[in-house]
């Protein structure tokens, strides 16, 4: 489909109570510790007290969520929910999809990945404290599955609604704001270059590219305003968009290795193959993206971005088997076989020291 998106969106302080009194009366929340701090899980907690509902509480989720987390969650907090709610990062709201579509049906977490098991979830709300992931306004969820992270994919794991409320992001740290505005960067780029983008993708995707790229260098330095807080959570929803019509491309297949096996986080690991993902594309729409941007290294300079890692041959092989085995590879531009997805790995290793101050 050229554009489909069942998401109903909430912005600032709109809050449509009758809208989230029909998702249903029993509420699972999943959420981290900062939602106490940046005062969403208050304003969560009083607006479905003032519905009457019923809800629990689980503030563990992990970064990059594990299969067993998925398992626990449902263990411990049963499945009779109408209501599973991500209110966090990406992590809590891809564990909210995972558990939504559990919930449901009689299935492992292994089984999510076979759209043709399942299609029904319970009713998704997410709310965003960071600006990155898009999670909100997508049908993926990405999860860590024996130890390497896989995304699935699926409608009926749209959010019913998502409340984007800029003053949730304020608190952000220095660090956090910048790997996930250059996952939301990241996404913009790849869904522009992907073989998939169409009209309506591009128009999501190089609105996003354009604010991040204004954005993104004056917020790290001004944190705590909250124009640029406000710009850059619409930047990272449009590029939620974007990818949401196109999938994303082959620099996040190349970076979630990194991201298991190094520990680095998931937009600075993904936004780093931008460029070279960009030369080996060389299509018009790079061309566009070079004129809204400039060099995309010097972009990610600026912003004071640092890597360094320790690898071997054998470990890269690795990863080149499991980038070229990925969907990816297919809706990239460039033929990425398995020679030039090792070229990318290799010439990350020689620009790490460009990434370095
Ligand atoms: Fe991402």
């Known amino acids: 489909m050229?554009?489909?998106?069942?998401?109903?969106?909430?912005?600032?302080?709109?809050?449509?109570?009758?809208?989230?009194?029909?998702?249903?009366?029993?509420?699972?929340?999943?959420?981290?510790?900062?939602?106490?701090?940046?005062g969403s899980l208050e304003d969560l907690i009083n607006l479905l007290e003032s519905l009457d509902k019923e809800y629990e509480i689980f503030d563990e989720s992990k970064e990059n969520p594990p299969k067993e987390l998925i398992e626990n969650i449902t263990q411990k907090y049963g499945k009779n929910w109408d209501v599973v709610v991500g209110l966090g990062g990406g992590s809590p709201m891809d564990t909210a999809k995972a558990v939504a579509v559990l919930c449901k049906n009689n299935i492992s977490v292994e089984d999510l990945y076979d759209q043709s098991k399942y299609d029904t979830a319970a009713n998704i709300l997410c709310i965003p404290t960071t600006a990155g992931?898009?999670?909100?306004?997508?049908?993926?969820?990405?999860?860590?599955?024996?130890?390497?992270?896989?995304?699935?994919?699926?409608?009926?794991?749209?959010?019913?609604?998502?409340?984007?409320?800029?003053?949730?992001?304020?608190?952000?740290?220095?660090d956090l704001t910048i790997s996930t505005g250059l996952d939301a960067f990241s996404h913009?780029?790849?869904?522009?270059?992907?073989?998939?983008?169409?009209?309506?993708?591009?128009?999501?995707?190089?609105?996003?590219?354009?604010?991040?790229?204004?954005?993104?260098?004056?917020?790290?330095?001004d944190l705590e305003n909250y124009e640029y807080r406000k710009e850059m959570l619409l930047a990272s929803t449009y590029a939620g968009i974007a990818i949401s019509i196109t999938?994303?491309?082959?620099?996040?297949?190349?970076?979630?290795?990194?991201?298991?096996?190094?520990?680095?986080?998931?937009?600075?690991?993904?936004?780093?193959?931008?460029?070279f993902e960009m030369k080996i594309a060389g299509t018009k729409k790079s061309k566009i993206i070079h004129e809204l941007v400039g060099d995309i290294e010097d972009f990610i300079k600026t912003l004071g971005v640092e890597i360094y890692f320790e690898t071997n041959e054998s470990e890269i092989e690795k990863w080149v088997n499991?980038?070229?085995?990925?969907?990816?590879?297919?809706?990239?531009?460039?033929?990425?076989?398995?020679?030039?997805?090792?070229?990318?790995?290799?010439?990350?290793?020689?620009?790490?020291?460009?990434?370095?101050?």
Do not use: C
């Open 2 to 38: 050229a554009f489909y998106l069942p998401t109903k969106i909430m912005y600032e302080n709109e809050i449509l109570k009758n809208e989230i009194d029909k998702l249903g009366k029993r509420f699972l929340i999943i959420t981290g510790k900062s939602s106490k701090r940046n």
């Open 133 to 174: 992931t898009g999670s909100e306004v997508t049908q993926y969820s990405v999860l860590t599955i024996n130890g390497r992270k896989r995304g699935f994919k699926h409608e009926k794991i749209f959010p019913k609604i998502a409340i984007l409320n800029p003053k949730y992001t304020i608190s952000l740290p220095k």
């Open 188 to 221: 913009a780029v790849e869904s522009a270059l992907s073989l998939r983008s169409n009209e309506f993708s591009e128009i999501f995707a190089f609105k996003a590219i354009k604010i991040i790229k204004n954005t993104l260098p004056k917020l790290v330095n």
């Open 247 to 275: 999938g994303t491309t082959i620099a996040h297949s190349l970076g979630y290795s990194l991201t298991t096996d190094k520990n680095l986080r998931h937009g600075i690991a993904t936004a780093v193959f931008l460029p």
């Open 322 to 357: 499991a980038v070229s085995n990925s969907s990816h590879v297919k809706v990239t531009p460039g033929n990425f076989n398995k020679e030039k997805i090792k070229e990318a790995y290799y010439w990350l290793i020689e620009k790490s020291k460009f990434f370095r101050r």
